[in-house]
């Protein structure tokens, strides 16, 4: 193919996803007791690859690509904190994004 070609194939890719792009998402930051209130008594999941059921009192337990998972959650510093004791790991946290229904679990600015 010659570079002429290429550019403007290239070009009508560009245009083609710019056209089909979905509508912009409006998230927004979710903080203190309304962070408690998201995901206690609530399941969290993707459909497919895990599932999460988070109790008010500070415990979850769920699937992850088909193996129980178990642990403690709680609200620090506007931020989701969870730590599995099944399998066992470390404390991690996460700032919560929520546009409606959907909501993102975000760590250093990138999404979990």
Known sequence: MTRALIAVLA?????????????????????????????????????????YRFRAVGAFAGTEMAKDVRGTWRVMRDEMCWKWTHPAGAEECYQVLQDGAEIRLMRNGYEA
């Open 11 to 51: 070009g009508l890719m560009v245009g083609s996803f710019a056209l089909s792009a979905p509508e912009a998402k409006s998230w927004k930051t979710v903080r203190g007791e309304a962070l408690h209130n998201l995901f206690a008594n609530r399941e969290f999941g993707d459909g497919v690859h895990f599932a």
